[in-house]
């Protein structure tokens, strides 16, 4: 058992070089969260200890604990992160990226989901520029509350990711399975949970996560449709799947045919992408990979 450092309440979160220009911003948001018993668990990915520290002391009312890690993919570091804060005993961990920044209440609402019932809670995005300035507050505000999240939901989309959801360590009792090969350990973290059969409530607060828009964000969310986008879109999907199916998910040959439809019907068919991409422009704050959902699978409100 590793021992918790002062609080019941873990902010998870991994630092590396490419991030340090945005941890300033990181760890002023923390400062300013209502609820201020929590352990910040900061798993350090290649920056140098001495800078980090300089960092914090500009922020002495944080509660850190830095941890080395080396030589390791991202997904797997995000396991030994999650491993770290279940063994250390907290109760509720609170995701968070160093290149995001979030509303002052985003704590104070998560934990009080939780102490409700919840097992799961998810804030809004509000999409920000790389300096931080605000392109769109609170994306999916009207359509988060309108919506089931469960394992049906996350097959086709998703909304889960590193930054916008907190969780009890109840639901942390499982070896998580990780594709080195695969970077996108959000969306796969919370589909082995759904897929566990443990009761799961996912709750919605209102708080934000500013997510900002940059190179080094791999995916971000799109605003431009092009074949290009969407067929890389479409292969990481996939590649979601393929996991899944060696994980033996239930039914999902059939996402998996429904997979293979959408590359026939839209992708390689011009006048199928050109109306699908058409419909596209039609509709505000996407989740995640919902661009590679026929029209009648989307959630609409």
Known sequence: MIDKYNFEI??????????LRFFDA?????????????????????????????????????????????????SEIRVELIEYTRLAGYNIIVFADTDDYFSNNRIELSAKAIDEGANIVVNDLSVVTEEGSLIKDRIWRNRLGEVEIDLKFLLRHNVLGLSNTAITKDLLSFDIQVDKKLNLFDWIFYLQIYNLGKKVECRFVDATTYYRQHLANTLGLKTKYTKEVLVNLWEIKGKVYAFAKKLKFPFIQNYILEHERFKREVLDDNEGLKSHILQLYKIENLFWFEEINFSNERNTT
């Open 26 to 74: 990181f760890l002023n948001s923390l400062s300013q969260q209502t609820e201020k018993n929590f352990d910040l668990i900061l798993f350090n990915d290649g920056c140098n200890h001495i800078e980090l520290k300089k960092y914090l002391r500009t922020y002495n009312d944080i509660s850190c604990r830095i941890i080395d890690v080396a030589n390791k993919t991202p």
């Open 10 to 19: 873990a902010v998870a979160a991994v630092i590396f070089p490419n991030n």
